[in-house]
């Protein structure tokens, strides 16, 4: 299917140990992004992407890694856990800079105990 | 840095009412402005933007200008409905990323 997607839905995790999350588009956007909703706090932005090969830090990246080997990937890894990564998290795309419309996915919501 | 500031909810109203979200920027330059919703248990979804000084942006009822002069974005609709409970995000954009506010939850009562 068409669009954004995130997998998976819901994880739940134990303190230390490594999680990745996925992001799949299937519009080759060139930018995606990934974003940690919290109450409280909004939207706040991990790592973003510009192309494949291309990463760059967020607001909070502390704690994050992220790749981009294809155009369509951007998977987003927290090294070793920690319950103040429990959050719900949202990847997003779009076409490229200025007004062009983010599309987001899902979102994955993730408990570390 | 630039920054986006929104009235904080919850918003509670009842059905057919008016209503307005406040919104109000920091920013340098002229960054496009937006609105996003978000439905319980969905990711966001534009609503509507503006690109330009006085700029309206329309879409479901809902309207928003681009104020310069007053820095706001402030969201309305004439008459709202059930269906337009969920939480209202304003952002605007800054070279290649977007800086949302926190958000204002809005609950309408039938």
């Known amino acids: 299917d068409a669009g954004i997607t995130q997998s998976p839905r819901y994880k739940i995790t134990e303190t230390g140990r490594q999680v990745t999350l996925m992001c799949h588009q299937t519009?080759?956007?060139?930018?995606m992004f990934w974003y940690r909703q919290d109450l409280g706090h909004g939207l706040r932005l991990i790592y973003y992407s510009a192309a494949a090969d291309i990463t760059d830090k967020g607001e909070v990246p502390d704690g994050y890694v992220v790749s981009r080997s294809k155009t369509e990937n951007f998977p987003l890894t927290l090294e070793s856990a920690t319950r103040s990564q429990t959050s719900v998290y949202f990847c997003?795309?779009?076409?490229?800079?200025?007004?062009?419309?983010?599309?987001f996915g899902p979102g994955t919501r993730l408990t570390v105990t | 840095g630039d920054s986006v500031t929104q009235m904080e909810g919850p918003v509670t109203l009842s059905e057919e009412a008016f209503l307005t979200i406040n919104c109000t920027y920091t920013a340098t330059g002229y960054p496009s402005l937006f609105w996003y919703v978000q439905y319980p248990g969905e990711g966001l979804q534009l609503l509507l933007k503006a690109t330009k000084a006085d700029d309206k942006g329309s879409n479901k009822g809902f309207e928003a200008t681009y104020r310069k002069e007053t820095t706001s974005f402030h969201l309305e609709k004439g008459s709202v409905q059930v269906s337009d409970s969920a939480v209202y995000f304003c952002?605007?954009?800054?070279?290649?990323?977007?800086?949302f506010g926190k958000g204002t939850r809005l609950h309408i009562l039938p």
């Open positions: 997003a795309s779009t076409r490229g800079r200025g007004s062009y419309e983010q599309y």
């Open positions: 519009w080759s956007h060139s930018y």
């Open positions: 952002a605007l954009t800054r070279d290649d990323k977007i800086i």
